[in-house]
């Protein structure tokens, strides 16, 4: 089957599972697909630890103090095997979360913890950190498993066994480090993510609901409350405390920033950091996403949404010069570049960089119709 979509389909609806991985998986594709632009018609190296940051953000919500479990727990002698091999990893990880913010976890949090892990910048206690890095290693081990036995036929029949990034014939996503552990997803498939991924993720968020709510549960749940819990937005932020400063910073030496929807000059005490792809799309802290604007438009009138092709396009001028204020600073500059790289594989001038971040926001709102203004 050459076809992405009858892979997918049959993936998702006729393939044998014995917990919910394989749908954990085709959902963390789908978004990385999403959210790492690259070049049509190639293999994509995927390593395992992208994958299980994407994990480590869907299954959030099933761990803690009401559990709600992916699959049959096995009994045996040793005592109860659990449904998945990370849950106690992951529900200590949400456990030190919610006794650093103090507050109890909401069902998609975890999105949160993830963007200020990967951006780093002192956003997260150093216990923390480890914490997150040690439990999405756990997570990593686990995404083994429906790589393997995904497809019809032989074990790897669909994605081939995992092996150092470096040694793969493929397109390595962003940020892949060479040694670290990776598969390749066939062309036709991601090609499908990429085009198809509203249909993708319906489909399945669709059959993941189907699915848990077939499995014995200590409270039984039903497959509209797994799907609520699957399409959560986070509730909170993470504030954004040194990327604010180091703003303020820059206008008090200086520099004059422009609101890109308004086009009106910023003042040290009268700006908002926008995240131009919102938290409730994609919680995304790189600093390319965060830009100066006016707060009345950014809390009145963009809030969640995205903007539409032609204020994207009259942006691009005040996002250039944002860029460039950001790259020429020393504090700002190598933070982000880092980002630049990791998210779009190359270093890119401000002016590359607006047109860069601007189709990647179209993309975003057409492949999952994110309302625009």
């Not at 389909?9 to 990385?32: C, G, M, P, Q």
Request: glycine share 6%.
């Amino acid at each position: 089957m050459d076809d992405g979509r009858a892979v997918l389909a049959t993936l998702l609806r006729h393939e044998a599972k014995s917990n919910s991985y394989k749908f954990a998986l085709v959902r963390a594709l789908n978004d990385l697909a999403l959210l790492y632009p690259g070049p049509s018609g190639q293999r994509v190296i995927v390593p395992l630890r992208l994958v299980a940051e994407r994990w480590l953000v869907s299954y959030w919500a099933f761990v803690g103090n009401a559990p709600v479990y992916q699959g049959p727990r096995a009994r045996r002698a040793v005592g109860t095997v659990q449904d998945l091999s990370f849950r106690e990893a992951l529900t200590a990880l949400r456990g030190a979360w919610e006794e650093w913010t103090g507050t109890c976890s909401g069902p998609a949090d975890g999105a949160l913890l993830l963007a200020a892990f990967q951006v780093g910048r002192g956003s997260l206690p150093e216990p923390l950190r480890r914490l997150t890095q040690a439990t999405i290693s756990a997570i990593a081990q686990a995404v083994r498993q429906p790589v393997r036995y995904a497809g019809t036929g032989n074990a790897h029949a669909l994605f081939g066994a995992p092996a150092p990034a470096g040694t793969l014939s493929g397109h390595p996503l962003p940020g892949t480090r060479p040694a670290e552990p990776a598969f390749v997803v066939p062309a036709a498939l991601w090609q499908t993510c990429r085009d198809l991924s509203l249909w993708v993720e319906a489909l399945c968020l669709h059959e993941w609901s189907l699915y848990v709510e077939r499995v014995t549960q200590d409270v039984p749940v039903s497959r509209g409350q797994v799907f609520t819990l699957l399409t959560s937005s986070p509730v909170a932020r993470i504030p954004l405390t040194w990327e604010r400063h180091q703003v303020q910073l820059l206008m008090l030496e200086g520099a004059v920033f422009h609101c890109p929807w308004t086009h009106k000059s910023l003042t040290p005490q009268g700006f908002d950091l926008d995240h131009l792809i919102p938290l409730s799309a994609h919680p995304l802290n790189d600093l390319w996403n965060l830009v100066p604007s006016d707060p009345v438009h950014n809390q009145r009138v963009k809030r969640a949404r995205l903007p539409d092709s032609a204020r994207l396009h009259s942006a691009l001028q005040a996002l250039e010069q944002t860029y460039r204020l950001y790259g020429q600073q020393s504090s700002t500059g190598p933070v982000l570049r880092r980002d630049v790289l990791a998210r779009f594989g190359v270093p890119l001038a401000a002016g590359a960089l607006a047109q860069q971040v601007c189709g990647l926001v179209d993309h975003v709102a057409e492949a999952r119709n994110v309302p625009r203004y």
